[in-house]
């Protein structure tokens, strides 16, 4: 899928987990080629957290005793969702670490540090979004600036460094676009909501 240029220019502040690794120059390409194997192993992975399960319009072709009993398999679909999503997130936490805050589009991410990054630095980044199946963002990104302490990200960190991505997948990109409309549309709605209850204070109460 490919986006205009002016859509990859569209940032949005998320909360992410993230890994950030310093890469040497003279070993850019190798890195590079790392990247593209780990890529295809976690595009192949088919563990039973992602494994695709009966969806609705299955259930209703599938002959059945009873609407009771076709409602409790939707119950049975539903609790399988809410154990399968919290085991996931349970496992990501203890390998990953919490969430972090980030400012971060098709083009590059800015994240907080403890210390300053040369600009034109290489970084090795693994990037969690929170979406469902989980999968890594692996890529290659170049430094552009750090600035310093921003109080409206809070983070307990200095600097704020901003890269850009230089070996992002086409696939990733999208998820990374598709996140940035799943954000704007939660904004969007929030802040419709908060315009009705200040229209009609007696209603929000």
């Known amino acids: 899928m490919e986006y205009p240029n002016r859509r990859h220019d569209v940032r949005v502040r998320d909360y992410v987990r993230l890994r950030a690794k310093f890469v040497e120059e003279s070993s850019r390409e190798v890195v590079k080629e790392q990247i593209a194997l780990e890529r295809l ?8 957290f992602q494994a695709p399960r ?38 990501i936490e203890q390998r990953w670490g919490g969430l972090v805050p980030v400012d971060i589009g098709a083009a590059g991410i800015r994240f907080a ?20 199946p989980p999968q890594r963002i692996i890529t290659l990104a170049e430094v552009l600036r ?5 109080p409206a990200w809070g983070a307990n960190k200095p600097y704020r460094v901003a890269t850009k991505f230089i070996d992002l997948d086409p696939v990733d990109r999208d998820r990374i676009v598709k996140r940035i409309f799943d954000v ?19 209603e929000a109460s």
């Open 41 to 48: 192993s976690s595009y192949a992975d088919e563990s039973p």
């Open 54 to 91: 009966v969806n609705r319009e299955v259930w209703e072709h599938m002959e059945l005793p009873g609407v009771n009993i076709m409602n409790l398999f939707y119950a049975l679909d539903a609790k399988l969702d809410a154990i399968m999503a919290f085991l996931i997130e349970r496992d």
């Open 113 to 132: 540090s403890d210390e300053r990054f040369d600009v034109k630095r290489l970084l090795r980044l693994e990037i969690m979004l929170q979406c469902m």
């Open 146 to 150: 750090d600035d310093d302490d921003d």
């Open 184 to 202: 704007q549309r939660m904004l969007l709605r929030r802040e419709r909501e908060a315009k009705d209850a200040a229209a009609d204070p007696g």
